[in-house]
Nanobody, 126 residues
Framework: VQLQASGGGLVQAGGSLRLSCAFS????????MAWFRQAPGKEREFVAA????????YYSDSVKGRFTISSDSAKNTVYLQMNSLKPEDTAVYYC????????????????????WGLGTQVTVSS
């Protein structure tokens, strides 16, 4: 499985960006997808996830109400709409995929995902 994230860039505080993650999929396999981010000098942290069915979404407290994760199974693409961006949202954003069922705890953990993209930089200026 290969993942390619795009859509990052430089935006002013209060602005919006939409990240995309296109992934190659094995036939008849469903994937749980997630976005993580990592700022310089910090650990990789969970941002949002969507279950393999697309019915369940999960968010970190820091982005809830501002970010929205969605998926388009026909295009094998996952999106992260980011609104009301803050300087503390500045980080490299990574998309990740899992072909195993993840419970509501593990879905928020990097260890739950076997496949990772290279990341896209998001910089929010104050």
């Amino acid at each position: 499985v290969q993942l390619q994230a795009s859509g990052g860039g430089l935006v002013q505080a209060g602005g919006s960006l939409r990240l995309s993650c296109a992934f190659s999929a094995r036939p008849s396999t469903r994937y749980g997808m997630a976005w993580f981010r990592q700022a310089p000098g910090k650990e990789r942290e969970f941002v949002a996830a969507i279950s393999w069915s697309g019915h369940n979404t999960y968010y970190s407290d820091s982005v809830k109400g501002r970010f929205t994760i969605s998926s388009d199974s026909a295009k094998n693409t996952v999106y992260l709409q980011m609104n009301s961006l803050k300087p503390e949202d500045t980080a490299v954003y990574y998309c990740a995929a899992s072909d195993r069922f993840l419970d509501s705890n593990v879905i928020r953990q990097p260890r739950g995902y076997a496949y990772w993209g290279l990341g896209t930089q998001v910089t929010v200026s104050s």
